[in-house]
Nanobody, 120 residues
């Protein structure tokens, strides 16, 4: 089993910054993909950014140039640096991980979600 623990959400004013973290624990051999999705009230969950274990990143158009994703392969942790935040970034942010285990099949797992609210 793999567990994902998120941290770093909160309330911030428009134009501000937040940094989200998501640490994966368990019998992990390597990272295939880790990333972040978000879901605003009344909307479907959408991709924010993902990164492969090799460092290839993918961003939603709405966050390009403002958000930066990174991975620490030693700590099995993914980060999302969010700058120039806008009210429309308000959502619950979910960590996603697709991981190779030391023994057993590849696992896909979701975090519990962390609230990000951008408001003055």
């Amino acid at each position: 089993q793999v567990q994902l623990v998120e941290s770093g959400g909160g309330l911030v004013q428009p134009g501000g910054s937040l940094r989200l973290s998501c640490a994966a624990s368990g019998s992990i051999f390597s990272i295939n993909v880790m990333g972040w999705y978000r879901q605003a009230p009344g909307k479907e969950r959408e991709l924010v950014a993902t990164m492969t274990g090799g460092g290839s990143a993918n961003y939603a158009d709405s966050v390009k140039g403002r958000f930066t994703i990174s991975i620490d392969n030693v700590k099995n942790t993914v980060y999302l640096q969010m700058n120039s935040l806008k009210p429309e970034d308000t959502a619950v942010y979910y960590c996603y991980a697709n991981l190779r285990q030391r023994i057993g099949p590849t696992l896909a797992s979701w975090g519990q979600g962390t609230q990000v609210t951008v408001s003055s």
